[in-house]
């Protein structure tokens, strides 16, 4: 069968739809993704069909002022409606012929876009923030959520259903449980954090979706991991950083205060080399091989990484720019898997050395992340996954 992926979001959001691709594939489908432009090396190495699809969220973050500095920035209300409308009216003239759509991220259109094609809709997450509030949250907690899901339908909602009307169908009764669809897959681990009772939408959680590596570690990296001792990772993914050469700083300070290794990932913030003999700057490095060789690392909360370092076992901070990576650093504070952090865009080199030296000399932090390791060994989310994806074709 045809089944077409519609991501729009950055590389946290693809790449573990890239694993479920390559899943599908294996069991017979054909599978098109429809993803930012900036992924199309990471689809086409993987060999999947790619199709550009949606903003450039890496030129948006560079040349976007509000992003920078750590700020969290949603999109305008002109801004969605652009991006939903371009879903409901391109999408269908590409993923003609589905028997599946899978939406994931900022995908407000795309349900429609299944209905006009009369093929299901499913939507898949990786953190359980979307699902809603139970009970159990703290009132503001449901305030705000219930304030942005109104605030969603209406900015939202008159606008999709006209578009609804110019092609026959009928209206819908709330933009985000359209948003939704019918059964939510939650693709994260339930030991890492698990949905809580009683949200305001049906999910499954199966687990969280690793993409493996089809290199192995670049020779320079291992040169420098087998030169001294196990060095820390500072990685800070896909946050724009507006003065690279003041993280260039804090990082050489750090590496000093601390007396420790670092090897920094350049990530989306382009940062200008500066090795040393205790600091490597990385480009794109495979985390399953190289994190269980680390003392620990440092992060900007995002769910994908957080998931492979809990995996690698070892202890983690994570500093949050924005979404789910706030909720990543409670959980992973919550869990012992490492110490309390400010925000992203307070990042100071002090608050970096006092993180990396709480993690390296807690042993509590490390025996937790190993204990959550072992609890992991058996836990297949990408099975799971697939395994829920082939029982919708059957229906």
């Not at 950055?10 to 993803?35: F, S, W, Y």
């Not at 990786?126 to 109104?150: C, E, H, Q, V, W």
Request: charged share 20%; net charge positive.
């Amino acid at each position: 069968m045809k089944i077409s992926i519609v991501v729009n979001g950055t590389r946290g959001d693809v790449q573990p739809m890239i694993a479920l691709a390559l899943g599908l594939i294996k069991n017979g489908h054909e599978v098109i993704c429809c993803v930012p432009p900036e992924n199309e090396k990471l689809v086409k190495q993987n060999n999947c069909q790619f199709v550009a699809f949606g903003p450039n969220y890496l030129e948006l973050f560079k040349k976007n002022s509000q992003f920078k500095g750590g700020a969290t920035a949603a999109p305008t209300p002109k801004e969605m409606k652009k991006e939903t409308e371009n879903q409901i009216n391109k999408l269908p003239g590409i993923l003609i012929g589905s028997d599946l759509i899978i939406g994931v991220g900022f995908v407000l259109g795309v349900h429609t876009v299944a209905d006009i094609l009369k093929i299901p809709y499913q939507f898949v997450i990786f953190y359980p923030a979307l699902l809603g509030t139970s009970k159990t949250d703290p009132i503001l907690y449901r305030i705000l959520f219930g304030f942005g899901r109104s605030m969603t339908n209406r900015v939202m909602k008159s606008f999709i259903n006209k578009k609804r009307a110019e092609v026959g169908l009928q209206p819908i009764r709330d933009v985000w449980e359209n948003w939704m669809g019918d059964n939510v897959i939650v693709a994260c681990d339930k030991e890492l954090c698990e949905v809580k009772e009683g949200v305001l939408f049906n999910f499954t959680q199966t687990g969280y979706m690793l993409l493996s590596s089809q290199n192995g570690l670049p020779e320079k990296v291992e040169k420098f991991l087998n030169s001294g001792k196990a060095p820390v990772f500072i990685g800070f993914g896909s946050n724009p950083v507006s003065r690279p050469e003041k993280f260039n700083h804090i990082f050489s300070e750090v590496s000093k205060t601390t007396n420790q290794r670092l090897i920094i990932s350049k990530g989306w913030a382009n940062l200008p080399e500066n090795n040393t003999s205790d600091i490597l700057y990385v480009d794109e490095v495979p985390f399953e091989f190289l994190f269980p060789r680390l003392a620990a690392i440092v992060f900007h909360g995002g769910t994908g990484t957080m998931a492979a370092a809990t995996r690698a076992g070892i202890p983690q901070v994570a500093f949050p720019f924005m979404a789910d990576q706030f909720e990543n650093r409670k959980q992973i504070v919550k869990l012992g898997l490492g110490p309390n952090s400010c925000d992203f865009k307070k990042l100071s080199s002090n608050d970096l050395s006092s993180a990396i030296k709480e993690c390296v000399t807690n042993d509590k932090y490390k025996e937790k992340a190993m204990e959550i390791s072992r609890q992991l060994q058996d836990s297949n989310g990408l099975e799971m996954t697939l395994e829920l994806i082939e029982d919708e074709l059957k229906k």
